[in-house]
């Protein structure tokens, strides 16, 4: 997802650097080695501070609202919202043909099938539980970062990887997750859905899109949960006053904070930070996510959650030293 030059990228390792020749052009100069930006470290902390309290807040809203309905139309506005305000700040909305492609295929990657994986799964599973799961997400992207954009996995880096899934299994234990019948199919859900996340984000990577941040943001976005609200509003049948303040909140939440503060901090990411880097620091999300489940829904929190809080967060330190 480039959008304009910005020589504050710190998405190299140890054997690439990306730097920008053109607008919107990326390009690889080997041999070169720079730190990692401030700048995409601060969006990855909004990216997961906002990831990890929506998934209690979706929990929390299916009481009153079908999943598909709320995160599909609360996407499409947030799309929509996020569009106004690219038209406002004097950008174009409009893609040129060439980049219809990418542009579908990230949508559908990272907005359509991460979205309805997330909302079927808490069907079956406890907020606290599902956001464990889904972050394996990690796992599949740094190594298909490796294999594809030839993104070292330094010692560091493999460390990182490690601490942080030692904060998953710690959180696991903590909650008593077992893989059961009954939740079963909210598991495979997740993990297809997470897997499904890793691919765009290293086809973010490996195509970037020459569209300007916000604007491109707001495509996929929209774009992604047209399918998500179609296929609410056929099977779920939804009812608005069925909402109340409460439900209502957490919609205006999801439609601001879930969707446009999130996925533009998440892409504005994706152009500072090499992908795997990005992806092992999103792992602190799902120690926010159970504290988050733990105050709102009065889920699980012992001595497993501050063990995973432990670990997790020296991954995500390692990861940004690598």
């Known amino acids: ?3 304009g030059p910005d020589n504050r990228h710190g998405g190299a390792d140890s054997t690439a650097q990306i730097i920008l020749h053109h607008p919107m052009t990326v390009q690889i100069q080997p041999g070169a080695k720079a730190r990692l930006a401030p700048s995409g470290l601060a969006f990855l902390a909004i ?3 906002c990831w990890g309290i929506n998934w209690p807040a979706t929990k929390y809203l299916m009481i009153e609202w079908p999943p598909l309905s709320a995160r599909g139309l609360t996407g499409i506005a947030g799309g929509a919202l996020l569009a106004v305000v690219a038209v ?3 950008q174009s909305l409009r893609v040129p043909s060439e980049l219809w492609p990418r542009l579908l295929l990230s949508s559908l990657l990272n907005v359509t099938a991460w979205m309805t994986a997330m909302g079927l799964a808490l069907l079956w599973l406890p907020a606290s539980e ?6 394996t ?5 740094s190594l298909l970062a490796w ?4 993104e070292r996995m330094s010692p560091i880096r493999i460390l990182a990887l490690v601490m ?14 077992e893989a059961s019948t009954a939740k079963l199919p909210g598991i495979v859900m997740i993990v297809a859905g997470a897997f499904a996340f890793a691919i765009g984000t290293i086809a973010s990577k490996r195509f970037p899109m020459a569209l300007p941040l916000m604007t491109s943001s707001a495509l996929q ?11 609410g509003l056929l099977f779920e049948h939804p009812r608005f006053e069925a909402l109340s303040r409460v439900g209502w909140a957490l919609m205006a939440y999801m439609t601001v904070i879930g969707y446009c503060v999130s996925y533009f901090s998440w892409f504005a990411a994706l152009e500072r930070l090499p992908a795997s880097v990005a992806t092992i620091g999103t792992m602190s999300v799902p120690v926010i996510g159970v504290v988050a489940s733990a105050l709102a829904l009065h889920e699980p929190l012992g001595l497993g959650q501050i063990a995973a809080l432990v670990f997790t967060l020296a991954g995500v330190a390692l990861a940004t030293r690598s």
């Open 147 to 150: 294999l594809f954009l030839g």
């Open 137 to 141: 997400m990690p796992a599949w992207a």
């Open 88 to 90: 406002m700040r004097g």
């Open 1 to 3: 997802m480039a959008s």
């Open 47 to 49: 990216t997961s501070i």
């Open 130 to 135: 599902a956001v464990v799961v889904a972050y």
């Open 164 to 177: 942080a899934f030692a904060g998953i299994a710690a959180l696991m234990a903590g909650n008593g997750i």
């Open 221 to 231: 976005i929209g774009i992604g949960c047209v399918p998500v609200a179609l296929a």
